[in-house]
Antibody, heavy 115, light 110 residues
């Protein structure tokens, strides 16, 4: 079982870019899929997208135009960028291992977007 | 609005059996396997069931999953106070080419 830890700014202004990093410990990024999932306040979970260790990505169609994911094998990290954020992007953001079979998760980090 | 439909809430007394349903369509549940997650607010979601009915190591056999057609179910038998949580179903969707979540079911132990 690997450990995942999200990091990044917790407060953004509307129109800025959300940038989060997930650090993987206790195991290698290789050869897995790594996902980002979020939960807006009072709402359910939403898959944002995944990045394969090779760098291949797949994004939720509803967010695809604003999302970029990448992986850094040397640091055992993967990252999320969400551009042009609005208040609707306020959520707890989780990183997880897997493409839809998420067997390990981070604790989550709250990102608040102020208008 | 979630692609997979779950009842918002379910409840039972200690020891009872509670069943949570998850309804989808041909492009997700009927064509692909279903996973279930338990989520307590403020914590990381936990994989409870994968591949429709398989339990990861460490998950009690009080939790069981099943699937038929475009629907799936999670059953919790011998309900305990620790089972109070939100439960989510997830399936791969061929139309969206990605996983889709249910809206979640909040289980309350009375």
């Amino acid at each position: 079982q690997v450990q995942l830890q999200e990091s990044g700014p917790g407060l953004l202004k509307a129109s800025e870019t959300l940038s989060l990093t997930c650090t993987v410990s206790g195991g290698s990024i290789n050869p897995y899929y790594w996902s980002w999932i979020r939960q807006p306040p009072g709402k359910g979970l939403e898959w944002i997208g995944y990045v394969y260790y090779s760098g291949t990505t797949n994004y939720n169609p509803s967010l695809e135009s604003r999302v970029t994911m990448s992986v850094d094998l040397s640091k055992n990290q993967f990252s999320l960028k969400l551009h042009s954020v609005t208040a609707a992007d306020t959520a707890i953001y989780y990183c997880a291992r897997g493409s839809y079979f998420f067997d390990d998760w981070g604790q989550g980090t709250l990102v608040t977007v102020s208008s | 609005q979630s692609v997979l439909t779950q009842s918002p809430s379910a409840s039972g007394t200690p020891g009872q059996r509670v069943t949570i349903s998850c309804t989808g369509s041909r492009s997700n549940i009927e064509s692909n396997s279903v996973n279930w997650y338990q989520h307590l607010p403020g914590t990381a979601p936990k994989l409870l069931i994968h591949s429709n009915h398989q339990r990861p190591s460490g998950v009690p056999d009080r939790f069981s999953g099943s699937k038929s057609g475009t629907s799936a179910s999670l059953a919790i038998s011998g309900l305990q106070s620790d089972d109070e949580a939100d439960y989510y179903c997830v399936a791969w969707d061929d139309s969206q080419n990605g996983p889709v979540f249910g809206g979640g079911t909040k289980v309350t132990v009375l």
